[in-house]
């Protein structure tokens, strides 16, 4: 890395639009909702704001299910409401992230809708097949969403293939005329002056030759055929075309959304040589507690030797080839101090602020998502009938009703833990009726502990998990050893405390974690043997680099001979 691009220096700020701020009383938040709330977002020193799709949608899944990619969602505001955001942003200094959906469509876009009749040009721009005439679908491949992935159009007596719901058929990307869509989209948006894209699933969109079966469906250890799609033979050079049209034509920041990819794989996509994308979000770490039959649905708790055999991984093989992004949540997980920290009233406040600083210490882009920044928590308080997820909903319905594979404790246990809806409830600004979302009951129901966890209280506390967050942005900011520097595991084996060293020709810093609601005793001085001075911490005082209290965070200069 010959040099620092703006956005390895950069941290992102992500808004899920439909939880962030309702503006006019219809509990759903929305475009100037944003707006009203940029001061807000700016004071927490973030550079860029990704917004969720707000893209016109009938809305099967939120939003990720586009009709018309140059219509803003009418429940978001218009396109003048647009505008005005996107001034907003330009004006105080920050830049805007939009999410680009383009492994699939809805079934509502007009593409979709021309496309079902089999003489019309648009009929190629999707994967139709014939069945069996028996009723059984072109291959054995399940849905994302649960059951299969083909849906059979009576209209054309032929299947579409979905990865995720009916309602989101599947591009078929091999058609250089759906690219050269997709690319005047692009640069539609880039022309009014937006500043990147986070890409959706962009690893699904070239699917393998002959659309074979799936081994791991046949053989009943799989619930999902992703992995199928995942990498496919021609995805490569559909990027570096994509990037050659389009994203070297603008400065743009580019993420790409991947799920089963190697460090190796990621290099592929976003090598600094490579010109295709400049990172990738990984799933490797947010697997990790999964149930080896039921994945996501499960109670399991996260082996902390694991996640730093993991996150080392990857700071070590993109080290000089290419570059990470840094994530705890988004709006598909659930909350990280509800899930891999203590969100116990005692506890919630000190172990947010030691998973931010673990974070935001290696090297990568960090993204914080809405609520993360106060220690906004899982909701537990919710029934099955409080939920809107359309993958949750799903998974209990073929889990529970139809398969009974689990029973309705244990599935609801596991859905209060792992649940996209924990990440979606909305935005808790302080303590007023709906936490200050909205005057009229929201599309998600609130967070019952929003009297307690909320913006207008942490603004004022300067021990807040928001001032914490504050201070870790500024500091890494301040110190290009979190940008450039290397990094090196300390005690890989430790299952309590994660220790890490980033160095680079000017700076060392030791960054300790304690992952633990224990009082430990650790043995770094020997290994430093340096004199520290402490840079940062989680606690008011220091009892010095060795000694840790429960979910302790702190970092030391260490002073270079």
């Not at 009383?25 to 799709?53: A, E, F, H, M």
């Not at 496309?115 to 059984?136: A, C, L, M, V």
Request: glycine letters at 6%; aromatic letters at 12%; charged letters at 25%.
């Amino acid at each position: 890395m010959s040099s620092i691009e703006w956005w390895q220096k950069a941290t992102v700020y992500q808004i899920y639009p439909r939880s962030f701020q309702d503006s006019n009383g219809d509990g759903i938040g929305d475009l100037p909702g944003i707006t009203q709330r940029l001061d807000y977002v700016k004071s927490l020193g973030v550079d860029v704001l990704w917004l969720n799709p707000i893209y016109e949608s009938p809305n099967d899944d939120n939003g990720y299910d586009i009709s018309n990619y140059r219509k803003i969602m009418p429940e978001f505001g218009t396109m003048d409401d647009f505008d005005k955001l996107l001034s907003g942003i330009h004006t105080r200094g920050m830049k805007l992230m939009m999410d680009l959906v383009v492994n699939h469509t809805s079934d509502e876009h007009p593409w979709f809708q021309q496309g079902i009749d089999p003489s019309s040009p648009y009929h190629n721009f999707y994967i139709w097949r014939k069945g069996e005439k028996d009723g059984t679908p072109p291959n054995n491949w399940r849905s994302e969403f649960h059951g299969p992935a083909w849906q059979f159009n009576t209209a054309n007596e032929e299947w579409y293939l979905h990865l995720f719901s009916q309602k989101q058929p599947d591009l078929n990307w091999d058609n250089p005329a759906v690219r050269a869509e997709v690319y005047d989209i692009m640069k539609w948006w880039c022309e009014k002056g937006i500043d990147g894209f986070r890409m959706d699933v962009i690893n699904l969109i070239s699917k393998p030759t002959g659309l074979p079966d799936d081994p791991l469906v046949a053989d009943g250890k799989s619930f999902s055929s992703l992995r199928m799609s995942a990498n496919g033979p021609h995805v490569h050079e559909y990027l570096r075309e994509m990037n050659r049209k389009v994203l070297s034509q603008y400065d743009l920041i580019t993420v790409g959304e991947t799920g089963d990819v190697t460090a190796e794989d990621a290099i592929k996509y976003t090598g600094f040589d490579r010109h295709e994308l400049e990172m990738v979000f990984q799933f490797e770490h947010m697997s990790l507690d999964n149930d080896p039959q039921f994945g996501k649905w499960s109670t399991r708790k996260l082996n902390l030797v694991d996640l730093k055999r993991s996150l080392s991984y990857w700071q070590e093989k993109l080290h000089g080839r290419a570059w990470n992004s840094l994530y705890w949540n988004n709006h598909d997980q659930p909350r990280v101090v509800s899930r891999f920290g203590n969100d116990t009233p005692q506890y919630r406040s000190v172990s947010a602020k030691m998973l931010a600083q673990t974070l935001h210490f290696l090297q990568g882009t960090p993204y914080i998502y809405q609520g993360e920044e106060l220690g906004m928590t899982n909701a537990r308080s919710m029934t099955l009938a409080d939920y809107k997820d359309l993958d949750t909903l799903n998974a209990y319905q073929e889990l529970v009703e139809e398969k009974k594979l689990i029973s309705s404790t244990e599935m609801m246990a596991a859905i209060q833990r792992r649940s996209r809806d924990n990440a979606r409830t909305p935005m808790q600004w302080d303590a007023t009726n709906n936490a200050g979302f909205s005057t009229v009951t929201p599309w998600l129901k609130v967070n019952g502990n929003y009297v307690d966890i909320n913006v207008h209280d942490e603004e004022t506390d300067p021990d807040s998990v928001l001032a914490y967050y504050k201070k870790l942005i500024s500091v890494r900011q301040g110190h290009d050893v979190f940008i450039d520097g290397s990094y090196q595991l300390l005690d890989p084996t430790d299952d309590k405390v994660y220790a890490y060293v980033r160095e680079n020709g000017s700076e060392k810093v030791l960054v300790i974690n304690n992952f633990s609601d224990e009082f430990l005793k650790r043995d770094f001085a020997s290994q430093i043997d340096k004199t520290v001075r402490l840079l940062i911490s989680n606690y008011a005082s220091d009892q010095g680099m060795d000694n840790l209290r429960p979910y302790e965070a702190k970092s030391y200069i260490v002073q270079k001979q």
